[in-house]
């Protein structure tokens, strides 16, 4: 939580010696305050006053990093209980889940199937981030094994899951140096895999029964040296995991220090399709990790399109760059589309030419990143901006026709377009679904 400038004025000697460079003890507290300076140019404070206002200043959400490179994820350090008050911050990290009784080439195989867990959408690609390595066997040896081969072939960080301390030893040295995310199911072992995880600079999960307990738990790690906690309340079912998350949440950004930590949730339904409907609900709710059995494409791809929508951030249109975009092989008798630069407009328009296999130009007009209905609304989208468009991107020259395509939606703006340009407008359909057939049964040049 940011700190006042008078809250780091009282923690200062107050004695303006300026040796900070500032005339006055306060002048320095504003600017720090305003995170234009740091503590340490001031000589003179005290430690107990550093302690007090690094502790003061700490996010109440603790930041946890787990993984290494270009691989590394890292979560929690959010401020907000509603999105629309600010953004999300730090995007769940999704786990797939293997068991170490697999045998190796069977591991090896949906290792690798979880590794290449990606999708592009709207211009990005989304992917799955850790695959959780599960001691279900109870034998070290065998996590340990587990632990290697799961990390090479997904080429991901691992979450290294077991109820014993002494298994997370094996399998974290195993992957040392790496900074798995060691998580602990038995509480009674939290204290011993705490060691583990100061040794090996791990960030470590802990499970208690309840939020009680896991508040009277975390300060004992805490003094053990472990600082990058993740919590699991213990909840397995839908209904208790979705209200433990939101009470860590509410309770966290209220300074309540115990549970001030990202907390992670099991996607654990028997039926596929309900256990990815449990995934998508916890990162939509607050999970800063989500471990799942989810390894179908056609599971994972919605639980990361609702992180992928949940944590853009909602004051700011997501848009992209507004020129002349070529899909395939374009010609000179290749169809000129228009649409807005509202990223999900242009991608869903983009996508249908592509699935229509007929090559053509999309105009995408500055809008300000806003959708085709809202532009035409607030006039962002008329017949003089994409005249204009069509002008300064060289259309003219591209093709030997002169018609353009409009959104159905539109229509209304097709005389001020054909007035305002010279080409003649074709009305498009309202939505892109509807562009395949278009394209392929009434576009003519
Ligand atoms: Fe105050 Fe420290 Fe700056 Fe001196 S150096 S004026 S004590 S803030």
Redesign the pocket.
């Known amino acids: 939580m940011a700190l006042t400038g008078l809250e780091i004025y009282k923690q200062?000697?107050k004695?303006?010696?300026?040796?900070?460079g500032?005339p006055?003890?306060l002048a320095?507290a504003m600017k720090m305050a305003a995170k234009q300076v740091s503590l340490d140019k001031?000589?003179?404070?005290t430690d107990e006053a550093k302690a007090a206002l690094e502790s003061a200043s700490r996010p109440p959400i603790q930041l946890v990093t787990v993984g290494t490179g270009d691989a590394e994820i890292k979560i929690g350090n959010e401020t907000q209980l509603f999105r629309h008050e600010e953004k999300f911050h730090r995007p769940t990290a999704v786990a797939v889940k293997v068991s170490d009784t697999l045998d190796d080439a069977a591991l090896a195989e949906r290792a690798e199937k979880i590794g290449c867990l990606a999708f592009e959408r709207v211009g990005t690609q989304i992917k799955v981030n850790l695959l959780a390595v599960d001691n279900e066997s109870g034998d070290p040896a065998k996590f340990e094994q587990a632990a290697k081969l799961a990390a090479e072939k997904s080429g991901l960080p691992c979450v290294l899951m077991s109820a014993t301390a002494a298994n997370l030893q094996r399998a974290a040295a195993a992957l040392s140096g790496q900074r798995p995310l060691l998580y602990i199911s038995d509480p009674t072992e939290a204290e011993a895999a705490a060691k583990v995880a100061k040794e090996e600079s791990c960030p470590l999960a802990v499970r208690a029964d309840g939020l009680e307990a896991l508040a009277e738990l975390t300060p004992k790690l805490t003094a053990a040296g472990v600082e990058e906690l993740v919590l699991d309340a213990g909840t397995r079912a839908l209904k208790p995991t979705l209200e433990a998350l939101t009470q860590i949440r509410r309770l966290s950004l209220k300074a309540f220090r115990p549970l001030g930590y990202p907390a992670i949730a099991f996607a654990v339904d028997a039926d596929p399709t309900m256990q990815a409907v449990e995934a998508g609900t916890y990162v939509a709710k607050y999970a800063g990790v989500v471990v799942t059995d989810a390894v179908e494409p056609w599971q994972m791809l919605p639980v990361l399109t609702t992180r992928q929508d949940i944590y853009i951030d909602p004051q700011k249109p997501v848009a992209v760059e507004p020129k002349l975009y070529e899909v395939g092989e374009v010609g000179d008798k290749s169809p000129l589309l228009v649409t807005t630069n509202f990223s999900l407009s242009y991608y869903s328009v983009e996508g249908e030419v592509e699935a229509s296999r007929v090559p053509a130009y999309i105009l995408s007009v500055d809008t300000e990143g806003t959708s085709v209905l809202t532009a035409w609304a607030s006039d962002k989208f008329n017949a003089e901006t994409i005249t204009q468009a069509m002008k300064t991107t060289g259309i003219e020259e591209k093709v030997a026709h002169r018609q353009v395509v409009i959104p159905g939606f539109v229509a209304v703006l097709s005389a001020g377009i054909e007035d305002e340009s010279g080409w003649t407008v074709q009305i498009g359909p309202k939505e892109a679904s509807g562009i395949p057939g278009y394209l392929k049964n009434q576009w003519k040049p």
């Open positions: 200062l000697p004695t303006n010696c300026k040796d900070c500032f006055t003890c320095f001031c000589p003179h404070v």
